[in-house]
């Protein structure tokens, strides 16, 4: 039993998966201090800061992110040295740029703003960018080399030490957005400082970057970008939407059970941390085999994994947003509800995306968000003028996702010829499989303890 569950604890998988979950902890810990720091209409200018920010922060990582993973992965020594310096530099002039860009604007046309949230995130963007990219980028590479556990060093001291400072600001009862903001950066500068002082970032390896690597890095990595950019937009869209065309308490009102949906997110993330590398490996034709089982056992045990968290989602919506953002929010209870039903969704769409990056058709990917994009923020558009309520907005999500699984697994289909019936089957046999030792141990173990 002992070195079961020690193999299971040392799992890449369980690793990713301890994690995001810690971190997602940490995170609805910190949203339900937030939320009682701050009132209702500052807490939907944090709302929009943050949508803003990770839009921005998203532009720079989308350009490296998946093709550094995928070019890390299969490299060794040199190689992967020469493939880190080339994601450095690239990463270092897409901050730079983007940085300048929020500056110039906030300079020249700051005051024209009048969203409290965006004018913040034009005016400081440049020092949260710089303070969190090392701790990002290790965390990257720490990813490419399934180095899980030290990804989760990292990430912990992101949260705690916002968490920290939060906590400080209810006891001193200082009560500010400039407060959450400055906590912000102290959060991105203690991991940042950590993972260049224990060599993770591999900051050093800027001197190994090539024009040739680079070159490869950025092709790959233009649809990539445009792909995250394109689900940052999709995840953002009502959220935006909602913060210019209706109010800063319905913004409020809606972020929260959007909050609640991020436990499937943090299951999706873990698994596509961990899928990716594995996939990364069976991307040639002659492997296509061993890359559908790979595609229906991951998707198939994710689909399986979230139904819980959907059921628990729906029965107890009331107990859970109260508990995130306190009795103010008791009335977003039905927007839980709604969102739950498109989460259903997220795993065929989330792999099928991942695996058409995968098979080097990563501008089908980009096509299928795009397209989402498309159904969202019409239907959005549509569902203000002709309802005028945000649970309006959180159906139009249902059919947005659904948009995105019949896309993507169609033309993932013509390269894979997979089935969703098999992919919900091996899913299945897969749960068996993981669970089938434990239970055995568990029937020896009450067999032993009857006897005796």
């Not at 090539?210 to 869209?237: H, I, Y």
Request: contains cysteine; aromatic residues 12%; proline residues 2%.
């Amino acid at each position: 039993m002992k070195k079961l569950l020690g193999s299971f604890i040392k799992n890449k998988h369980t690793l990713s998966l301890a994690g995001n979950i810690t971190n997602a902890i940490l995170g609805f810990g910190s949203i339900a201090l937030v939320a009682r720091l701050l009132t209702k209409e500052d807490m939907g200018a944090w709302f929009m800061f943050m949508t803003a920010y990770i839009f921005a922060d998203l532009l720079r990582a989308g350009i490296i992110h998946t093709s550094l993973i995928r070019f890390a992965a299969s490299s060794e020594n040199d190689q992967f040295k020469v493939v880190s310096g080339s994601g450095w530099l690239i990463s270092i002039i897409t901050t730079l740029i983007i940085s300048i860009l929020t500056l110039i604007t906030d300079i020249f046309f700051g005051h024209l703003v009048t969203n409290e949230g965006f004018g913040l995130f034009l005016t400081w963007y440049w020092l949260a960018a710089i303070t969190t990219l090392p701790f990002n980028y290790a965390a990257w590479l720490l990813q490419a080399k399934s180095s899980f556990e030290k990804v989760l060093y990292i990430r912990l001291l992101n949260q705690l030490s916002f968490i920290t400072c939060i906590l400080l600001a209810l006891i001193t009862e200082r009560s500010s957005v400039n407060i959450v903001l400055g906590s912000f950066i102290i959060s991105g500068l203690l991991p940042s400082s950590l993972s260049l002082w224990a060599g993770w970032s591999m900051i050093s390896t800027v001197k190994f970057a090539t024009k040739k690597m680079m070159k490869d890095l950025f092709n790959f990595g233009k649809f990539s970008m445009g792909t995250l950019m394109g689900s940052n937009l999709l995840r953002s869209s009502d959220t935006l939407i909602i913060g210019f065309m209706l109010s800063a308490k319905d913004l409020a009102s809606y972020s929260i059970p959007l909050k609640l949906i991020e436990v499937i997110e943090i299951l999706l993330r873990s698994f596509a941390a961990s899928a990716m590398p594995v996939l990364s490996k069976f991307r040639s034709v002659e492997q296509k085999a061993e890359l559908r089982t790979a595609f229906y056992r991951y998707t198939g045990l994710l689909s399986l994994l979230i139904l819980p968290i959907i059921g628990a989602s729906i029965l107890f919506a009331d107990s859970l947003v109260v508990l995130l953002g306190g009795e103010q929010y008791a009335e977003s209870a039905y927007i839980l509800r709604i969102l739950a039903v498109y989460a259903a969704f997220l795993p065929l769409d989330r792999f099928s995306g991942i695996t058409l990056d995968i098979i080097g058709k990563p501008y089908l990917n980009f096509l299928k968000v795009i397209l989402m994009l498309i159904v969202n923020v019409t239907g959005d558009i549509i569902a203000i003028t002709y309802f005028g309520n945000i649970g309006s907005i959180a159906a139009v999500s249902i059919l947005t996702f659904l948009t995105g699984v019949i896309f993507g697994n169609y033309f993932l289909k013509k390269y894979l010829n997979h089935s969703i019936k098999e992919t919900l089957k091996t899913g299945f046999t897969t749960m068996k499989h993981i669970l089938q030792p434990l239970l055995e141990r568990f029937k020896s173990l009450r067999v032993g303890n009857t006897t005796s």
